[in-house]
């Protein structure tokens, strides 16, 4: 069992910045392929960006040049460096683990609300 907690979600001006981190449970972290996602109300839970375990990324198109995923082994924690937000990317962002092809982990999320 993984544990995951979110942290960093807020109220922010567009054009503005947030930075969300995920804290994970056990000792294994290095080995998980981590990601975020990202669910507005009424919308279906989209991939934002994900890092392996060995550090290959990939990003949503949407969020391209403007977002940033990281990981800390150290610290069991990965993070995602949002920059010039918009109000579209409002919605309850995720972290998700992947233990293997079979067992994925979920983090109760946190809001991130980009108004003026």
């Known amino acids: 069992q993984v544990q995951l907690v979110e942290s960093g979600g807020g109220l922010v001006q567009p054009g503005g910045s947030l930075r969300l981190s995920c804290a994970a449970s056990?000792?294994?972290?290095?080995?998980?392929?981590m990601a975020w996602f990202r669910q507005a109300p009424g919308m279906q839970r989209d991939l934002v960006a994900q890092?392996?375990?060995?550090?290959?990324?990939d990003y949503a198109d949407s969020v391209k040049g403007r977002f940033t995923i990281s990981r800390d082994n150290a610290k069991n924690t990965v993070y995602l460096q949002m920059n010039s937000l918009k109000p579209e990317d409002t919605a309850v962002y995720y972290c998700?683990?992947?233990?293997?092809?079979?067992?994925?982990?979920w983090g109760q999320g946190t809001q991130v609300t980009v108004s003026s």
């Open positions: 998700k683990a992947e233990v293997n092809v079979q067992e994925n982990y």
């Open positions: 056990g000792r294994m972290f290095r080995l998980y392929h």
């Open positions: 890092i392996t375990n060995s550090g290959r990324i």
